[in-house]
Structure formats: C-alpha cells, structure tokens
C-alpha cells in the first residue's frame, strides 16, 4: 500500500486525468460542428452553382432569341425589297443577302436548341442538388443538435470534474502539489509505480537510490518524494 502523501496523490492524478479527457473531448466539439456545417455550405453551394448556372444560359438563350427575331425581320425585309426591285442584279443581291440570313438563322438555332440542352442539364443537376441537401439536412441538423447536447453534457460534467480536483487538492500539501503541478504541466501520468526497478512513465531503469526511496527505505518517502532519474515523474513502489 503506497503510503499516505503517495495516495492523495494518485486520488488527485485520476481525478487530473479525468478533468483532462473531458477538456480534451470538449474541444473537439466546435470542430466536430464546423465540419458538418462545413458540409451544409457544400450542399447549398452546389446548389447556388447550378442555379447561377440555370440563370446565365437563361440569358445566353434570351439573347439568341433576340439575334433570331433581327435576323428574321432582315429576312422579311429583304424578301419585301425583293418583291419589289426590278433588275436583275438587285435582285440576285437580295437573293444572296436572303441565303446569308437564312444560314445566320439556322446557325443560330442549332446555338439555342445546344442552349435548351444545356438548360436541361442544368435544372437536373440543380434539382439533384436540392433532394441531396432535402435528403441531408435532417440528418445533419441531427448531428448538430447532438453534438450541441454533447457539449453541454460534457461541460456540466467538467465543471463536476473540476470541483472533484479541487476537493482531492485539498489534503495535499502546498510543497507537493507544487512539484505535481510542475510534472503534470508537462508529463501525464505524474505519479507512477516502479516495477522491476523501471520507472511506469519512462519504462527506463530507475537508480537503486530511487528504488529504495520508493520502497520507503533510507529517506522518508512522506516528506520528500521520490522521482525517476530519467522523466522527473514521481515513482512509489508496488508490492
Ligand atoms: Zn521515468
């Protein structure tokens, strides 16, 4: 049995370690949050892209449409003249400027019924989008509503924890809790039993003058603590 000092100690150290798992999954919490709201964006935006993609062949369609009615009121103009003009050449002019708009026409027709395609592909990928989003979104706010109750259970719990550290603090002198705040600020676990004469926290070889310390031999374990050579930690013995 680890003598008086050594068990405070420890009580303190699993109460330590217990503060520090809660701290530790706290943390990660906004993380966790960020992440699936991180996927929310990632929904909505697919879906804001197909939508200003929707809208810019709207326009590219309303455009053809616009070059489509000029070159048909050219046309309807040239054939007017035609009806009227009465040489020849005038009149094979005309003839050739109506063939020219009647391709540019045509041209611009196969653009727009590309365009219709397009706007086709567009509002499926859109739609797509929004049954993903639809189809996730209960389920994301499910994640986030639990991880909110997470963080809230864990924080009520830290504060038992902390009042818990506090309490096993207590008993401890002010001395020693100095050397274990020390440790525990840079090396967890700060208290460690030795078996085989290695140290629990290193697993490297304590000095025999440790060991007997430890064992309660030569120096009064209780008034001065031993630590391993090696990490600093301090070591008790274990029957
Ligand atoms: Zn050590």
């Given at each position: 049995?680890p003598?008086?000092v050594?068990?405070?100690?420890?009580i303190?150290?699993d109460?330590?370690l217990k503060r520090?798992?809660?701290e530790?999954h706290?943390k990660q919490v906004p993380?966790?949050?960020?992440?699936?709201?991180?996927?929310?964006?990632?929904?909505k935006?697919a879906?804001?892209?197909a939508?200003?993609?929707?809208?810019?062949?709207?326009l590219k369609?309303?455009s053809l449409?616009?070059?489509?009615?000029v070159a048909?009121e050219?046309?309807?103009?040239?054939r007017?003249?035609?009806l009227?003009v009465r040489k020849?050449d005038e009149?094979?002019?005309?003839g050739?400027?109506?063939?020219t708009t009647?391709a540019?026409?045509s041209?611009?027709e196969?653009k727009?019924?590309e365009?219709m395609?397009?706007?086709d592909?567009a509002?499926?990928k859109f739609?797509?989008?929004e049954?993903?989003?639809?189809a996730n979104?209960?389920?994301?706010e499910a994640r986030i509503?639990?991880?909110r109750?997470?963080?809230?259970s864990?924080?009520?719990?830290?504060?038992?924890?902390r009042a818990?550290?506090a309490?096993a603090?207590?008993?401890v002198?002010?001395?020693?809790?100095?050397?274990?705040?020390r440790i525990?600020?840079?090396?967890?676990?700060?208290?460690?039993?030795i078996h085989?004469?290695?140290c629990?926290?290193c697993?490297l070889?304590?000095?025999?003058?440790?060991?007997s310390?430890a064992?309660?031999?030569?120096v009064?374990a209780?008034?001065?603590?031993?630590t391993?050579?090696?990490?600093?930690?301090?070591?008790?013995?274990?029957?």
């Amino acid at each position: 049995m680890p003598n008086p000092v050594i068990q405070a100690l420890l009580i303190l150290q699993d109460r330590d370690l217990k503060r520090l798992g809660l701290e530790a999954h706290l943390k990660q919490v906004p993380g966790d949050v960020a992440r699936v709201e991180q996927k929310i964006a990632t929904e909505k935006a697919a879906i804001e892209t197909a939508r200003v993609e929707m809208r810019d062949l709207e326009l590219k369609k309303k455009s053809l449409e616009s070059d489509i009615a000029v070159a048909s009121e050219k046309l309807g103009r040239y054939r007017t003249q035609q009806l009227s003009v009465r040489k020849n050449d005038e009149y094979q002019a005309l003839g050739h400027e109506i063939a020219t708009t009647q391709a540019q026409i045509s041209e611009l027709e196969g653009k727009e019924l590309e365009i219709m395609y397009a706007i086709d592909e567009a509002k499926k990928k859109f739609v797509a989008a929004e049954a993903e989003l639809k189809a996730n979104i209960s389920g994301h706010e499910a994640r986030i509503k639990a991880l909110r109750e997470r963080e809230a259970s864990l924080t009520a719990e830290l504060a038992t924890a902390r009042a818990d550290v506090a309490t096993a603090r207590t008993p401890v002198e002010p001395l020693k809790l100095r050397v274990y705040d020390r440790i525990a600020a840079r090396n967890m676990p700060v208290v460690v039993a030795i078996h085989a004469a290695k140290c629990g926290g290193c697993h490297l070889k304590v000095s025999s003058d440790v060991d007997s310390a430890a064992r309660g031999k030569g120096v009064d374990a209780a008034a001065q603590l031993p630590t391993c050579d090696q990490c600093g930690r301090i070591v008790y013995w274990e029957a």
